[in-house]
């Protein structure tokens, strides 16, 4: 018998996606009992019927497919028999790798509906020019569904599951008021210097959302994630992914996140510090640029000794020396962390939107999840492992969510204006130079808390050592922190004071943003004064010499420090503007020998704020 005469070995291929079915009608059965009557016809044996169920043709990663290929390998099958060529594949490349692969083994390719084979030049001819048309209706297809999706995207229908921070409303991807600011917290930890496996190894401590299962790698996938400031990467591990921008409302701004980005040039991924460095990526050398590493050493009395080196220039720096060149700054840089968590966040989250009925809303739901694994419990569907488990994270949540609910009622009691804000900064100011104790704040704090203030708000500090001594030349604060004080005073009007005068001493007045009318102005001092109690302010108007770019008034005692300027006028009368000055009045201190020491306390708050 020749080859020709051959009875032919056949394996069937059927195929068939969701798709495929709802346009064709073609089930998997039908297509098998179409395709035996088919072997039948041609006088096939048929070996086996291989089925690949709700899978693409656009590669050849299908299991029943490579089961196929391996049996004509074996040479069990010698024909492949299929409804049409598309059921086999719909790329051009990989068609072409099976008519080589089928001729290598002696095996043809039968298609029923279609006439495609490869027992002839015309069939193979008309093989490929079917995977032509196959190959352009799936590129259409591909087009199309890119076309949509860019539209959905743009409208915040994001495809990805709904990350932690976010919720679905009406389909879209928005900020969940509940969780959000676990996400924000994140940031900030990383901004103040904190690794991922630190701010993990936080989230675990405190348990947050229940959990104790935070890892560095999941703290990493957070910070890198565009959809929290708003973006969308769709395809961001191809070759070609598509960048979609303002998608969505941001949990954190983009000065944050790229502040972040930038932050992990500086922070270490796994490595987190025995130690505790006042200055950890902070100090830079002013000759060639580079971060100071810091290391320390242990004296033989036990007391340990915080150094930074600049690796380049082979140059050291005493920690403690740092400080004490910064005391005066750092004081002033509590003072204002202080006025931003004590005051300046409760006022405005007070003026932000009500999250009450979200919070009763989640407590009822969660009221819901809790009957609902009990009746799960005692029908014996759930064991009693899991059910303890489950009732420990929903009692958890619902712990946490009362407490929220508590502070969002203190919010709501709280009555801050403007004027409120700048009285507190002027009680500060007033405490500054009437309570020596208050020098002694910075130097009180623990060092944790130190780092964590100098994290927030300083980028880098430039260093430059002269002649065995050391200069600061520059600090400069991030970014995030300073648009993120101009967002909040147009936003909220938060005070941001302005810079235009200073005293005899050369250190800056502050002079309130806002215009005042005179009454205005004498209000806020009679207000002020009421506050401080038995401490002497004085009130008094002046004109100012705009060439000289200086105000004048007479003050009535020999001592008097300057609090605030308040600018007086009519935005428009130009030329009607006054100030108003409170000072205070130094000259009633006095020591326990009943002599004034206004002086001694005087010069020694300015030396300090000077330095």
Not at 209 to 216: A, E, R, V
Request: net charge positive.
């Amino acid at each position: 018998m020749n080859m020709d005469e051959k009875i032919k070995s056949a394996g069937i291929y059927i195929r068939v996606s969701t798709f495929d079915q709802a346009r064709e009608g073609f089930s998997l059965r039908e297509q098998e009992e179409r395709l035996k009557e088919f072997c039948k016809f041609k006088r096939y044996n048929i070996y086996k019927v291989y089925q690949d169920a709700g899978i693409s043709a656009k590669n050849d990663k299908r299991p029943a497919y490579q089961e196929m290929i391996e049996d004509v390998k074996k040479g069990n099958i010698n024909v492949i028999v299929a409804l049409k060529l598309d059921r086999l594949t719909r790329s051009v490349y990989d068609i072409e790798k099976l008519m080589k692969f089928v001729n290598d083994y002696e095996c043809d390719i039968d298609c029923m509906a279609d006439e495609s084979n490869t027992t002839t030049s015309n069939g193979r001819m008309v093989m490929r020019i079917m995977t032509s048309v196959s190959q352009n209706e799936i590129e259409k297809c591909s087009e199309r569904t890119k076309f949509g999706m860019a539209g959905a995207i743009k409208n915040g229908h994001i495809p990805n599951r709904t990350g932690l921070g976010f919720k679905r409303e009406n389909k879209k991807l928005v900020p969940d008021p509940l969780t959000k600011d676990i996400i924000v917290r994140i940031f900030d930890l990383y901004l103040e210097g904190k690794s991922h496996q630190a701010i993990a190894n936080i989230y675990n401590k405190e348990k947050v959302l229940g959990k104790t299962n935070w890892y560095d790698s999941t703290i990493q996938k957070i910070l890198s994630n565009e959809l929290y400031k708003g973006d969308y990467v769709n395809g961001k591990r191809t070759k070609h992914p598509t960048y979609y921008e303002n998608v969505i409302e941001p949990i954190v701004s983009k000065e944050k996140w790229e502040s972040c980005q930038y932050q992990k040039l500086r922070n270490a991924r796994h490595y987190e510090r025995t130690a505790t460095y006042l200055f950890t990526n902070k100090l830079k050398c002013s000759k060639c640029g580079n971060f100071l590493g810091g290391h320390a050493t242990t004296k033989t009395n036990g007391k340990k000794y915080y150094y930074y080196k600049c690796n380049t220039c082979k140059t050291y720096f005493n920690e403690i020396d740092i400080e004490k060149e910064l005391k005066a700054f750092m004081l002033e840089l509590a003072k204002q962390d202080d006025l931003i968590n004590n005051y300046y966040t409760p006022f405005i989250k007070s003026k932000l939107e009500d999250k009450t009925e979200d919070y009763k809303k989640e407590i009822k739901d969660l009221d819901k999840q809790l009957d609902r694994i009990k009746t799960a419990y005692i029908k014996g569907v759930v064991k009693l492992e899991d059910f303890d488990k489950e009732i420990k994270h929903i009692e958890y949540q619902k712990s946490d969510l009362e407490k929220r609910q508590k502070g969002q009622k203190q919010y709501e009691d709280l009555s801050f204006t403007l004027n409120d804000l700048l009285i507190i900064q002027d009680i500060q100011e007033i405490e500054f130079y009437t309570n020596p104790d208050v020098l002694n704040n910075w130097s009180n704090k623990s060092k944790e808390d130190k780092q964590k203030i100098i994290g927030k708000y300083i980028d880098n500090i430039t260093i430059e050592k002269k002649n065995n001594k050391f200069e600061i030349s520059n600090i400069e604060f991030r970014k995030n922190y300073l648009e993120d004080m101009i967002y909040n005073h147009y936003k909220f009007n938060t005070p941001c004071n302005v810079y235009m005068y200073e005293d005899e001493y050369g250190i800056p007045l502050k002079l309130n943003h806002e215009l005042k009318t005179m009454k205005e102005a004498e209000n806020y001092f009679k207000r002020l004064e009421k506050y401080v109690g038995d401490y002497k302010l004085n009130y008094y108007i002046s004109e100012i010499d705009e060439k000289e770019n200086r105000f004048n008034y007479t003050q009535n005692n020999d001592v008097e420090k300057i609090i605030r300027l308040i600018g007086i006028g009519d935005k428009r009368k130009k030329d009607d503007f006054k100030l108003g000055v409170i000072t205070l009045d130094l000259s009633m201190f006095k020591d326990k020998d009943g002599k004034e020491i206004y002086k001694k306390l005087f010069d020694k708050l300015e030396k300090e704020r000077l330095t």
